[in-house]
Structures are given as structure tokens and as C-alpha cells.
């Protein structure tokens, strides 16, 4: 049996993995609605538009994806947790590298 202080750690860590899902997610569909531009010569106007939302849309869920990943890492340091991936050099487990979008 765990003691409470580590089932909550365990459910925050659990918490952090559904929100990360949740906000790939979320950049998914923005970038799938970049690529709708993709082959067109002249875009209207209200599709630039939109598309311009889409791309902020994108670099925020981008964001928050890098302040997530980096909260959990930080949790999963805290909580001395075993992730499966080799300990580093000074014997800690990390995640495995978020490979972040570049725009």
C-alpha cells in the first residue's frame, strides 16, 4: 500500500500525462488546419485569417506542451520514480526528450 503522499503523486503525475495528451491534441487539429494552405496559389482573405489563428493556436498548445513536459520531468525527478529510460550521467531518470515544433 502506498502512503497518501505518494498516491498524490502518482495522480498528479497521472494528471500531467492526460493534459499532455490533451494538448498534443490540440496542436494536431491546429497544424491539420495549416495544411489545408498546403498546393493554394491565393488564399482568401478570411482563410489567412483563420490561419493566422491556427498558427497562434499552434505556438501556444506548443507551449504549454514545453511547460508540461518540463513539470513532469520535475516530478518525476522529485518522486525518484524509475521511467524504464537509462539514468543519466549523475544517476537521475529523465523522460525521453519532447521533441518540440519549430516555428
Known amino acids: 500500500m502506498l502512503a497518501p503522499e505518494e498516491q498524490a503523486g502518482y495522480g498528479f503525475v497521472y494528471a500531467l500525462f492526460a493534459d499532455l495528451a490533451a494538448d498534443e491534441d490540440r496542436e494536431q487539429v491546429a497544424w491539420a488546419r495549416l495544411r489545408a494552405i498546403e498546393g493554394l496559389q491565393h488564399p482568401s482573405n478570411a482563410l489567412r485569417d483563420e490561419l493566422r489563428l491556427a498558427l497562434q493556436e ?46
Open 58 to 103: 499552434a505556438r501556444l498548445t506548443n507551449s504549454d506542451i514545453k511547460g508540461l513536459h518540463e513539470l513532469l520531468q520535475s516530478k518525476v525527478e522529485e518522486m525518484a520514480l524509475a521511467t524504464g529510460y537509462a539514468a543519466g550521467a549523475a544517476g537521475h531518470w529523465h523522460l525521453p526528450a519532447y521533441r518540440y515544433s519549430t516555428y
